[in-house]
């Protein structure tokens, strides 16, 4: 008797108890969220109206600026991404060595490394962006120092995790040769995780070509200062035309990091 | 014992890989190039070490004095990523399963898909000017800009992992006769629906963090208040509010982390 009563259930009470635990908090919150937050409904259903306005003023799109300005600074934003990319490098591998369990094995440069990363990935590129330009002065040189600062957590940290993934047999058998930490370093650990690093590398460039895309609208360079000039001037067509530059550069970025990839895995 | 250590036909082990040599070479080139190109110097980057031991040294002891405006772009920004966060998890839970291309015709899923990947192409940002000139400046421009982010993510992401479920258990609860919506609650959402919590915790986390940056751009939250402590030279201020920035990352982190353990 007892066995047929006894219904099977997917989940322990407990689990279920914390499940609805989770989604009494969330509702709270929303609903909390929705009653305090400074909206106002007349400019919600005014928002159709003011959208087709911006779209009529875009059109048509003022393609005779492209060579004025816009190439020279789709240019500089490429510039920005592929050399902010690249100084990332120079932070990020140090720090992927330092947060590597397999390579160092002491607890105080975990934590060392693991604030670095995690500061870097907390503050946004825009407010690195902010600080870069009230160090360095608006420019080029800001932007290239946000991206590489934006980037050093996620490079560092996903390399980390790639060289934690190596097979240890060969640096056995290398370490067994008397082989120094240097190579024991470019030669057992570099030709396993070359395939990893190129393709962190080339999907932190992809982010990349997107996010030095903004950095002018703080002052740091590329297409962003063109975009941020024809807004304050209400020059929208001329804003189409930057967004539709931004556009057409990170689908190309996307197709060709997505190839560059599929060869490479 | 000769033929042990002979020099003369000792090969090299490692084999010199040309592609990535040729990958080097074309590095430090387009480095040389990329520097004369934007007008790079070492003056120009030593001048501004100067002005950041200056700026470190304004923003050490950080000031919150000016808590009250501190805490109502705190409570401001985490109002824009939850709303934000729960319209955008919701709307991708239907728009993943439309784009899923194993569950949905052709003519269904390559338009949802067409929305998604335009949700995804464009940088926050820049959605949020878009929105902070059609609907003004505040909290509902940043709301409407973060659902579009999330839509973009998690939508992607969860049609992805609908295309990779196991199509026996959906053929099992079709053959008791069930239909559209049973097949979708009893087949479908179990096998992914804790990767779907996944993908919402980590872009409640993301939202998190971009909540306190549309203000850049006047789409409300902490971003404003960093923007403009930033104009006006406030530098103890800024650093106040980065590290409340910093903080609340942390800690929405911690509290994913949690969500993720008990929907595991």
Redesign the interface.
């Given at each position: 008797m007892n066995t047929i009563d006894h219904h099977w259930q997917r989940f322990t009470l407990k689990?279920k108890l914390?499940?609805y635990a989770?989604y009494l908090v969330?509702i709270i919150?929303?609903v909390q969220?929705?009653k305090?937050?400074?909206?106002?409904p007349e400019?919600?259903l005014?928002?159709p109206e003011?959208?087709a306005d911006?779209f009529a003023r875009m059109w048509p799109i003022d393609f005779a600026y492209y060579p004025v300005a816009v190439h020279d600074a789709m240019?500089?934003t490429l510039?920005?991404a592929?050399?902010g990319t690249?100084i990332t490098l120079i932070f990020a591998i140090p720090l992927a060595l330092m947060n590597a369990s397999n390579i160092v094995s002491s607890a105080w440069c975990h934590w060392i490394s693991r604030f670095f990363l995690?500061?870097s990935r907390?503050?946004?590129s825009?407010?690195w962006a902010?600080?870069f330009v009230?160090?360095?002065?608006p420019g080029?040189?800001a932007g290239?120092l946000a991206i590489a600062f934006r980037s050093i957590g996620f490079v560092g940290k996903l390399l980390g995790e790639a060289i934690e993934e190596v097979n240890m047999g060969s640096i056995e058998a290398l370490k067994a040769t008397g082989a120094s930490w240097l190579s024991i370093l470019l030669?057992g650990y570099w030709p396993q995780v070359?395939p990893a690093f190129f393709s962190i590398v080339l999907f932190r460039w992809d982010i990349n070509v997107?996010?030095s895309?903004?950095l002018g609208?703080?002052g740091a360079?590329g297409i962003g200062v063109v975009?941020d000039d024809s807004?304050n001037l209400f020059q929208w067509d001329r804003v189409a035309l930057s967004?539709l530059a931004?556009?057409a550069v990170?689908?190309v970025a996307e197709i060709v990091v997505v190839n560059i990839r599929k060869r490479l895995i | 014992m000769a033929g042990i250590n002979s020099p003369q036909n000792r090969e090299n082990p490692?084999k010199q890989n040309w592609f990535?040599t040729a990958t080097w070479l074309i590095?430090i080139c387009?480095?040389v190039y990329?520097?004369q190109?934007?007008?790079?110097s070492w003056e120009?980057?030593s001048?501004?070490l100067g002005?950041?031991s200056n700026?470190l040294g304004r923003m050490v002891p950080p000031n919150f004095s000016r808590w009250s405006l501190l805490l109502s772009g705190l409570?401001?920004s985490?109002?824009?990523a939850?709303?934000s966060s729960?319209f955008g998890i919701f709307l991708s839970l239907f728009l993943g399963l439309f784009a899923a291309r194993n569950l949905m015709p052709t003519w269904v899923s390559t338009p949802v898909r067409m929305l998604i990947a335009l949700c995804r192409?464009?940088?926050p940002?820049?959605i949020a000017?878009?929105f902070v000139?059609?609907?003004?400046f505040?909290?509902?421009a940043g709301?409407l800009t973060l659902i579009v982010a999330s839509v973009g993510f998690i939508a992607k992401l969860f049609a992805e992992a609908i295309e990779e479920i196991s199509l026996k258990q959906v053929e099992a609860i079709r053959a008791t006769g069930a239909g559209f919506t049973s097949i979708i609650l009893f087949s479908v959402m179990p096998q992914v629906f804790s990767r779907f919590i996944g993908f919402s915790t980590y872009q409640l986390d993301s939202n998190l963090?971009?909540s306190?940056?549309v203000g850049?751009?006047g789409a409300g939250g902490l971003?404003g208040t960093?923007?403009s402590a930033?104009q006006r030279?406030d530098?103890d201020f800024v650093a106040a509010i980065?590290i409340v920035?910093?903080a609340l990352?942390?800690f929405g982190e911690f509290l994913s982390n949690i969500?993720r353990r008990?929907?595991r």
């Open positions: 689990q914390s499940r989770v969330l919150a929303f969220s929705i305090s937050v400074e909206v106002i400019f919600l005014d928002a003011q959208m911006m240019i500089e510039n920005i592929t050399l690249l995690v500061s907390s503050v946004n825009l407010v902010l600080l009230s160090i360095f002065g080029v040189i290239v030669k070359l997107r996010e895309a903004v609208l703080v360079g975009l807004m967004l931004i556009f990170v689908i | 490692f990535v590095v387009y480095v990329s520097f190109a934007m007008g790079l120009r980057f001048d501004g002005h950041a700026l409570i401001e985490l109002e824009i939850i709303i729960i192409t464009f940088h940002v820049i000017i878009l000139k059609s609907v003004g505040g909290a509902l709301i963090r971009n306190t940056m850049i751009v971003g960093l923007f930033f030279f530098y980065l920035i910093i990352i942390m969500v008990i929907f």
